[in-house]
């Protein structure tokens, strides 16, 4: 059996600035289990990490994907002369994401594509994600 596992977590929730080592003992402890195999124990905190980490991964990408097909669906809005107000409304959106699409669609030119105009609201905050 292992001992000082919760100091040795404590000091590496504060070497990393990760609190998850101290939550992850802690949850542990909840369950009444014993940690005999700190090597396994923590690879298997390791595959947690990535596991959360590749579920960031996707919803980021989702978002991003969403916010790339509103973008293109502007884009054709903003082509065919529709203010941000008739935009917003037939993309049933509101008008202050709509207006912050039309800006980067300004600056980076009606003949640019959706990603180049994501990435500019990227570089230029102009917008938040759309949220799902």
């Not at 590496?12 to 949850?27: G, N, Q």
């Amino acid at each position: 059996k292992i001992h000082h596992v919760k100091e040795i977590m404590e000091l590496m929730t504060y070497l990393t600035k990760d609190i998850r080592f101290k939550d992850a003992y802690e949850e542990k402890k909840k369950k009444g289990m014993v940690i005999g195999n700190m090597l396994e124990w923590l690879n298997e905190l390791e595959e947690k990490r990535r596991q959360e980490g590749r579920q960031e991964g996707r919803q980021e990408g989702l978002r991003e994907g969403v916010l790339r097909g509103m973008i293109g669906l502007s884009l054709k809005k903003y082509k065919r002369g529709c203010s941000v107000d008739e935009a917003a409304d037939a993309l049933e959106n509101n008008p202050e994401e709509i207006a912050g699409i039309y800006a980067a669609i300004r600056a980076c030119g009606a003949d640019s594509t959706p990603d180049v105009i994501l990435k500019w609201m990227e570089e230029n905050k102009k917008t938040q994600p759309v949220m799902i």
